[in-house]
C-alpha cells in the first residue's frame, strides 16, 4: 500500500450527543471545521476517544456518512472499535461507500494469551476484505495485545495495511517500529511523545488532546517539517506541561468538558460506563492547567 499520507496531526474526534442521546452531527461537522482551521490534516471518526465501543455498528456507519459533506481538505478516518470479523469487515465496506480514506483497527480484545498467528489472521481476514486501506492501532492497554517490530512487520507485508497508530506510550518502539515499517506512514497516541516521534521519522499524532488544543500540536510538526527544527523543540517544551496534564485525567470525558467549556460543543454528555467529572472538581482543575493559553 502507498505511503502518500500528508505529515501532521489528526485528532481522535469527540462524538458529540443531541439531548436525546444521539449522535450530534452538525456538532460534528462543526468539530471538524475547527480542526481543519487549526491545520489539522485529518480526523479519525469512531475511535476510542470518539467512543467508538458505545457506539452501534449502524452509529458508526452513520458517523462518517454524515461527516462526509462537511469534511472540507481532511482526511477522513473511521475508527472501527470491534473485535467481531464479520463487524469490522462491514464498517469498512460501509466506511467507503461514505467516503471515507481508511479505517483505524485495533487487535481484537476481550480474550486472554492470544497468539500472533491469531492476531495476523484476524487482520489479514479484514484486510483482504476491506476496500480502504488499514492503520493499524496498538494500543496494549485496551487490546491487552503488545506488538514488537516483528509483529508490526509481519503485518506490514499485506498490501491493504498502510500505517500505524502506536498508543503504547513506549519510547523504545519509536525506532524499533519504524526500522520494522521504514515506508509508511506512522502516528504516535501518546502526544508527550511527539517530538521524539518527528525526530524518528514518523509523520505526526492522532491525538485526543488535538480534541482541547489542536493548533499549537499542528504548528509542532508544521515547523518540524518545514525545518524550524529549534522552533517546533521550543513550542513542544512550552505545551508539554499541558499535554501531560491532560493525560493524567480520564479521556474523553475530560476532553468533552473541556470542549463544551470552551463552547466547541453543545453538551459534555458521555455514554455510559463513562461518567463525567463532577463540575467544581473539573472546573478547579481546568482553571490550574498550566499553558491555559493554548487551549482552544
Not at 457506539?55 to 473511521?78: I, T
Not at 489479514?124 to 492501532?137: G, K, N, T
Request: with cysteine; proline share 8%.
Amino acid at each position: 500500500m502507498s505511503a502518500t499520507w500528508p505529515r501532521g496531526v489528526m485528532p481522535a474526534s469527540l462524538t458529540p450527543y443531541g439531548p436525546q442521546g444521539e449522535v450530534d452531527a452538525v456538532g460534528l461537522a462543526r468539530l471538524g471545521a475547527g480542526f481543519e482551521a487549526a491545520g489539522s490534516v485529518g480526523i479519525v471518526l469512531g475511535g476510542t476517544n470518539g467512543e467508538g465501543p458505545s457506539l452501534s455498528a449502524v452509529e458508526k456507519r452513520d458517523l462518517v456518512r454524515g461527516f462526509a459533506p462537511a469534511r472540507g481538505q481532511l482526511k477522513v478516518v473511521a475508527g472501527l472499535a470491534t473485535s467481531s470479523l464479520t463487524e469490522a469487515i462491514w464498517l469498512a465496506q460501509q466506511a467507503a461507500k461514505s467516503g471515507a480514506d481508511a479505517v483505524l483497527v485495533m487487535a481484537p480484545g476481550g480474550y486472554a494469551n492470544l497468539d500472533a498467528a491469531g492476531i495476523r489472521d484476524w487482520f489479514f481476514r479484514l484486510a483482504d476484505a476491506s476496500p480502504l486501506p488499514l492503520i493499524l492501532y496498538h494500543h496494549p492497554l485496551m487490546s491487552r495485545v503488545t506488538w514488537r517490530g516483528e509483529h508490526v512487520a509481519e503485518l506490514a507485508a499485506h498490501p491493504q495495511c498502510m500505517g500505524l497508530k502506536d498508543s503504547s506510550g513506549d519510547p523504545a518502539n519509536l525506532a524499533e517500529f519504524r526500522a520494522a515499517w521504514p515506508e509508511a506512514p506512522l502516528w504516535v497516541g501518546d502526544e508527550r511523545l511527539l517530538l521524539p516521534a518527528l525526530q524518528a521519522g514518523w509523520h505526526g499524532t492522532i491525538s485526543g488532546c488535538a480534541n482541547v488544543m489542536a493548533a499549537p500540536l499542528c504548528q509542532v510538526v508544521q515547523a518540524w517539517e518545514t525545518g524550524e527544527t529549534e522552533r517546533a523543540e521550543r513550542l513542544f517544551a512550552r505545551i508539554l506541561p499541558l499535554i501531560e496534564a491532560l493525560r493524567r485525567v480520564p479521556q474523553p470525558a475530560h476532553h468533552k468538558r473541556s470542549a463544551f467549556l470552551q463552547g466547541r460543543i453543545e453538551r459534555p454528555d458521555v455514554r455510559p460506563p463513562l461518567t463525567l467529572p463532577e463540575e467544581s472538581a473539573f472546573s478547579a482543575w481546568y482553571e490550574s492547567l498550566p499553558g491555559g493559553e493554548f487551549l482552544g
